[in-house]
């Protein structure tokens, strides 16, 4: 299935059904409220939103390409956002970083609706060296090490939300190899690489999961102890924060 929308709708329900997904999830919205910028003036904003996150960060607005589920506030694409200059305190993508195309147009947009100070906070998957193996069997996306990633190239029209992309190794090519360069609009603040055999193993949204929720606590301690032996080799999530100069 390649089209956003459709695969949006999909995934909600899936999340509505297994109750492990939803405790994972809640887990990277804690991260996400983690790292959060205090800034009682600015709005959070989620970019790509399933509307769950509400369920840790009440206060923020969710947004996506359509305003198809009541816990959606906006109908936003993040090539063309309708956001008032300077209003946003915090920008919240989870798993959306790799599936956009053209990713100075994205940071601009961004850019201009954050305060300065504000944060884009991310969540996106990792490539460390057997997670990198398990997405590339096991999931739909491709990892994307052999695309030619588009880091600077403004298209000549907005693209429209029914354009399909993903490239699972953008978030890891950007800022562990450094392919990308923010110089004068924002500074990195936080790149962490953490091991997440706790999600591989529940099978996400595409397929059963090998444990029951009761030993999610011990998977976690699984993940910390593989974290700390190796990122370049375990790690399959990244947490990435951004902060407007």
């Known amino acids: 299935m390649n089209d956003h929308v459709k695969i949006d709708i999909k995934n909600r329900q899936i999340f509505r059904q297994k109750p492990l997904l939803k405790k994972i999830y809640n887990d990277y919205f804690k991260i996400v409220k983690k790292n959060l910028t205090i800034n009682p003036k600015g709005t959070i904003l989620e970019i790509g939103s399933s509307g769950f996150i509400k369920e840790i960060i009440p206060q923020c607005k969710t947004s996506n390409l359509e305003k198809n589920d009541p816990l959606i506030d906006l109908e936003e694409n993040v090539y063309s956002l309708n956001i008032e200059r300077n209003t946003i305190s915090n920008l919240v ?16 947009n961004m850019h201009k609706a954050l305060l300065t100070g ?11 060296l057997l997670p990198r ?14 695309q ?4 600077n190239i403004m298209p000549g029209t907005t693209p429209k939300k029914d354009a399909y992309f993903a490239a699972q190794s953008i978030p890891w090519r950007a800022f562990i190899k450094n392919e990308i360069d923010l110089r004068g609009d924002f500074e990195v603040k936080k790149v962490k690489c953490v091991s997440d055999f706790a999600f591989l193993c529940s099978g996400g949204f595409s397929h059963k999961s090998f444990y029951s929720l009761k030993l999610y606590k011990f998977m976690k301690i699984i993940d910390i102890i593989l974290t700390k032996l190796s990122f370049r080799l375990f790690s399959a999530r990244m947490i990435i924060v951004l902060e407007k100069k």
């Open 93 to 108: 993508l989870i798993d959306i970083f790799h599936h956009i195309e053209f990713p100075k147009l994205a940071l601009k």
């Open 118 to 128: 504000g944060h884009i906070v991310m969540i996106e998957p990792a490539m460390g």
């Open 133 to 146: 193996i398990i997405y590339k069997i096991f999931h739909h996306e491709p990892n994307g090490f052999d």
């Open 148 to 151: 030619k990633i588009k880091w």
